[in-house]
């Protein structure tokens, strides 16, 4: 019984060991390409063969040469232009007031009264400003002032221009040099004089507190008439010009350039829109908040 029950265990064993598949293929045998199958459908099977890529490199290059040949017979629609002439634009000066005879009638026609009431109203107004100043610091006695009114700012511009044309350094030679005799200073006292340029203001007062958005706000209400007064009398032709442009100035300002080897070598830099030497129009120009 035992000896039979040993025999018929080793039996079953090889019969088993007979029975379990070899996973390891047979050399002779061909090995088929593997398959590539999408994920989402399992029905579809394609298979990557070197015909198929040989079919679709055929195929891409068929595609090219198509589309050769059909931009190659494409035409290109020609539209006819339409007949459009443009003549020449010269500079053109629009018709003056009857009233312009003398060169001091082309001078108002920029520094109109507009001006001058502007320049009366923000002196005086600096002056009371600075006088209630001193008032309330207690710093020192505030100097004495008498309201500027039309006549003398028209003046004091007038004395401006003449100081400028001649370029003495000493102002007050104006008036105490003998030996020139300057026609013009007779008109005003040194002291007045001195005086309205101590309190000449082209702005309002503008207090410490309040923010400046533009650096050149004090000479915003002059440049503004004069930039529409330029832009009024004259019409630009076709061919102009926009270049930089120096305002002479020596004091102490942080907008202020330097540039060496020009007829004004320090000042203000302007951009200027000009056309037959005429400045049409302008913009500020500051090395450290526009350019």
């Given at each position: 019984?035992?000896?039979?029950?040993?025999s018929?265990?080793?039996?079953?064993?090889?019969?088993?060991?007979?029975?379990?598949?070899?996973n390891e293929?047979?050399?002779?045998?061909d090995?088929?390409?593997?398959?590539?199958?999408?994920?989402?459908?399992?029905?579809?099977?394609?298979?990557?063969?070197?015909?198929?890529?040989?079919?679709?490199?055929?195929?891409?290059?068929?595609?090219?040469?198509?589309?050769?040949?059909?931009?190659?017979?494409?035409?290109?629609?020609?539209?006819?232009?339409?007949?459009?002439?443009?003549?020449?634009?010269?500079?053109?000066?629009?018709?003056?007031?009857?009233?312009?005879?003398?060169?001091?009638?082309?001078?108002?026609?920029?520094w109109?009264?507009?001006?001058?009431?502007?320049?009366?109203e923000?002196?005086?107004?600096?002056?009371q400003?600075?006088?209630?100043?001193?008032?309330?610091?207690?710093?020192?006695k505030?100097?004495?002032?008498?309201?500027?009114?039309?006549?003398?700012?028209?003046?004091?511009?007038?004395?401006?221009?003449?100081?400028?044309?001649?370029?003495?350094?000493?102002?007050?030679s104006?008036?105490?040099?003998?030996?020139?005799?300057?026609?013009?200073?007779?008109?005003?006292?040194?002291?007045?004089?001195e005086?309205?340029?101590?309190?000449?203001?082209?702005?309002?007062p503008?207090?410490?507190?309040?923010?400046?958005?533009?650096?050149?706000?004090?000479?915003?209400?002059?440049?503004?008439?004069?930039?529409?007064?330029?832009?009024?009398?004259?019409?630009?032709?076709?061919?102009v010009?926009?270049?930089?442009?120096?305002?002479?100035?020596?004091?102490?300002?942080?907008?202020?350039?330097?540039?060496?080897?020009k007829?004004?070598?320090?000042?203000?830099?302007?951009?200027?829109?000009c056309?037959?030497?005429?400045?049409?129009?302008?913009?500020?120009?500051?090395?450290?908040?526009?350019?």
């Open positions: 019984m035992e000896s039979h029950s040993d018929d265990t080793s039996s079953d064993s090889e019969c088993g060991s007979d029975l379990e598949p070899d293929p047979d050399e002779d045998e090995v088929q390409p593997e398959r590539s199958m999408p994920p989402d459908d399992d029905e579809y099977e394609t298979f990557w063969t070197p015909a198929d890529q040989l079919k679709a490199q055929i195929d891409h290059a068929c595609l090219l040469q198509l589309h050769q040949d059909i931009k190659a017979r494409a035409i290109t629609p020609t539209y006819q232009k339409l007949p459009r002439e443009w003549p020449l634009r010269p500079f053109d000066i629009r018709t003056l007031p009857n009233s312009v005879q003398d060169p001091i009638h082309y001078f108002e026609l920029f109109t009264p507009e001006v001058f009431a502007i320049l009366v923000n002196t005086n107004k600096y002056a400003f600075k006088e209630a100043w001193h008032r309330e610091n207690c710093t020192k505030s100097r004495w002032w008498k309201a500027v009114n039309l006549y003398e700012m028209r003046i004091f511009i007038a004395l401006l221009i003449y100081i400028s044309i001649n370029r003495n350094s000493n102002i007050e104006y008036w105490s040099n003998r030996l020139t005799i300057h026609k013009p200073m007779e008109h005003m006292t040194f002291y007045r004089f005086q309205i340029k101590r309190y000449f203001h082209v702005s309002p503008s207090l410490p507190s309040q923010s400046k958005s533009q650096w050149y706000m004090k000479l915003s209400p002059l440049s503004e008439v004069l930039r529409h007064q330029f832009q009024a009398y004259v019409v630009l032709g076709q061919n010009s926009f270049d930089e442009m120096m305002v002479p100035f020596t004091g102490r300002s942080q907008h202020t350039l330097k540039m060496k080897n007829p004004v070598s320090e000042g203000f830099k302007i951009w200027a829109l056309d037959h030497g005429y400045t049409w129009d302008f913009l500020w120009y500051s090395r450290i908040s526009s350019k």
